[in-house]
T-cell receptor
Framework: KNEVEQSPQNLTAQEGEFITINCSYS?????LHWLQQHPGGGIVSLFM???GKKKHGRLIATINIQEKHSSLHITASHPRDSAVYIC???????????FGTGTRLKVLA | AAGVIQSPRHLIKEKRETATLKCYPI?????VYWYQQGPGQDPQFLIS???????DKGSIPDRFSAQQFSDYHSELNMSSLELGDSALYFC??????????????FGEGSWLTVV
């Protein structure tokens, strides 16, 4: 069992839909990142969370430390949101990032 | 604002050759991380440096070595290249070890193809 698990692994949505990607982790963490990886490989850090909720444009990220769970929400999805979304948990025990398996999102026009 | 710069962006090498990848962190960042992402795979942590000293080591082959220089840039040296080394190598930087106050910034990655 991976220490960081994401669901779903693949997601296809219609433009305008509300999208939720989930991340569960089993290790103690001091921070969790949501990353976006576009075809071609470049990675963009969307959010870093240690508690609560953050919002940036159409993106919202939440984390529940007690439940060891984080969610990334995309409102009014757009084809340009198509990418792989990865959650990465920073383990407070090993000082390493543990990456989730990624969620491949495709938004259709 | 300056981001994490990696070079070269693309590199093609033959088996048994040597390759060097460079990473220039964001100015004033003192921590550099290297990751390897094979085709269709999750990123795998290789090694990290804090203040020019190795701070952690992951699944880095013995054929690979890395260091962080006085200007905080880092180089990943890969020798006796194998076909399986073909991957995206990206580095990230942060100020000190990440905690709730500091974030990590990723470079765009260097594509290595071994033929």
């Amino acid at each position: 069992k991976n220490e960081v698990e994401q669901s779903p692994q693949n997601l296809t949505a219609q433009e305008g839909e509300f999208i939720t990607i989930n991340c569960s982790y089993s290790v103690g963490i001091s921070a969790l990142h949501w990353l976006q990886q576009h075809p071609g490989g470049g990675i963009v850090s969307l959010f870093m969370l240690s508690s609560g909720k953050k919002k940036h444009g159409r993106l919202i990220a939440t984390i529940n430390i007690q439940e060891k769970h984080s969610s990334l929400h995309i409102t009014a999805s757009h084809p340009r949101d198509s990418a792989v979304y990865i959650c990465a948990a920073f383990s407070s025990g090993t000082y390493k990032y543990i990456f989730g398996t990624g969620t491949r999102l495709k938004v259709l026009a | 604002a300056a981001g994490v710069i990696q070079s070269p962006r693309h590199l093609i090498k033959e088996k048994r050759e040597t390759a060097t990848l460079k990473c220039y962190p964001i100015p004033r960042h003192d921590t550099v991380y290297w990751y390897q992402q094979g085709p269709g795979q999750d990123p795998q942590f290789l090694i990290s440096f804090y203040e020019k000293m190795q701070s952690d080591k992951g699944s880095i082959p013995d054929r690979f070595s890395a260091q962080q220089f006085s200007d905080y840039h880092s180089e990943l040296n890969m020798s006796s290249l194998e076909l399986g080394d073909s991957a995206l190598y990206f580095c990230a930087s942060s100020l000190n070890l990440p905690n709730s106050g500091n974030t990590i910034y990723f470079g765009e990655g260097s594509w290595l193809t071994v033929v």
